[in-house]
Structures are given as C-alpha cells and as structure tokens.
C-alpha cells in the first residue's frame, strides 16, 4: 500500500494532465489496480521462487525429501492477488477522485 500511496503521489501531475484532456476515474482507477495487481503477483512469483529454493537446499541439506504442490503455489498466488486488490484500492480511488485543476498545480 505505501508503494502504490507514494506511486500516487510521485505521479500527481501525470494523472491531472490525463483527466484534463478526458481520462476518467475508472481509467484512473483501473491504471492503479492494475499497477498493484503486477505488483503483487511480482513480489508473490519472487516469494514463491525463494521458497522453493530455501526449502530445496534445507531438504538436501539435512536429507529430507522434497514435495512440490502445485496447489499451495496456486493458493499463495491467489492471496498475493487479493492482497495487492485490497491495498491497492484505495491509493487508486485516491488517484482517481483528484482535481485535474488542484493536480496540475501539485509539484
């Protein structure tokens, strides 16, 4: 949420020059969403990825096995996603009710 609160604010400018020459709020609203949606699936394959390699190198390592479920992969995927939905939301609502006249003036 604090990198899509700061991509906001870093871009404030950018989103007043959209909505002056006619982007919407969900278009806004969607840009964000989207921004957060990759993300959180970024930081999620990246975890995942990291997991897989730790729990590989302890297995061999102390001489256990290894199991791969795909479906614990899947599952921590999905929660990546909602995590990044539910805390991308607001910076992108944020975003989206701006003034283009109050944005354009912000330095």
Same mark, same amino acid.
């Given at each position: 949420?604090?990198?899509?609160?700061?991509?906001?604010?870093?871009?404030?400018?950018?989103?007043?020059?959209?909505?002056?020459?006619?982007?919407?709020?969900?278009?806004?609203?969607?840009?964000?969403? *989207?921004? #957060? +949606?990759?993300? @959180? =699936?970024?930081? %999620? /394959?990246?975890?995942?990825?990291?997991?897989?390699?730790?729990?590989?190198?302890?297995?061999?390592?102390?001489?256990?096995?290894?199991?791969?479920?795909?479906?614990?992969? *899947?599952? #921590? +995927?999905?929660? @990546? =996603?909602?995590? %990044? /939905?539910?805390?991308?939301?607001?910076?992108?609502?944020?975003?989206?009710?701006?003034?283009?006249?109050?944005?354009?003036?912000?330095?």
């Amino acid at each position: 949420m604090n990198i899509m609160l700061v991509s906001v604010r870093e871009r404030t400018r950018e989103i007043g020059i959209r909505k002056a020459i006619g982007a919407r709020a969900r278009d806004i609203l969607s840009q964000f969403l *989207v921004e #957060a +949606l990759a993300l @959180s =699936l970024a930081g %999620g /394959v990246i975890g995942i990825g990291l997991g897989v390699l730790a729990s590989l190198g302890i297995g061999i390592y102390a001489g256990w096995g290894f199991v791969f479920n795909p479906i614990t992969v *899947v599952a #921590a +995927l999905g929660f @990546s =996603l909602i995590v %990044g /939905v539910v805390f991308g939301v607001w910076p992108a609502s944020q975003a989206a009710r701006l003034d283009p006249v109050v944005a354009l003036r912000y330095e």
